[in-house]
């Protein structure tokens, strides 16, 4: 990872460390959904961190299409563009697990029926609402060799990831 990537994911981490609930978007036949999901208390690396039953709509729509955005909103707003993937492995369900999803799933880790999803960060958009300047980086995929041009609403950056 280079310089310059590594200092985008301390920002974004930086953005959203403190903001405990995001809004999932995913594709439904009808249309796009956002509903609220509780951020993994991780330390962003550009990897979103999920709970989730296999019996809800948003399981069947991942199965459906992976790409999905994640919205926070904080002393910043931030969106993240990425792929969602389906993670069944005890041990990370494990690691992740807190007391307080007893209660929230009334469930434990290790029932079949809890997955967790990972959002796999490909793009992020941020508006840094203490800058009145408003002037904001993008980042660009890395694949699409786009360079940017400074606005006074907003840039885009990549994610190396």
Partial sequence: MSKIKQ???ETLRELIKDVDTAMLTTLTEDGL???PM???DVEFDG???????????????ILHDQEVNVAYAGKSYVSIRGRAEIIEDLEKKKELWSKAYEKIMQTSYDDPNVVLLRVKAE???YWDTSNFTKKIA???KRMTGQSSESTDVNETLELDK
Wanted: hydrophobic content about 35%; glycine content about 0%.
């Fill in 7 to 9: 200092e985008e994911l």
């Fill in 33 to 35: 959904i956002s509903r």
């Fill in 38 to 40: 509780k951020t993994q």
């Fill in 47 to 61: 990897d979103l961190w999920f709970f989730t039953k296999k019996e809800t709509n948003k399981y069947e729509e």
């Fill in 123 to 125: 793009a992020a958009e």
């Fill in 138 to 140: 993008f980042l660009y």
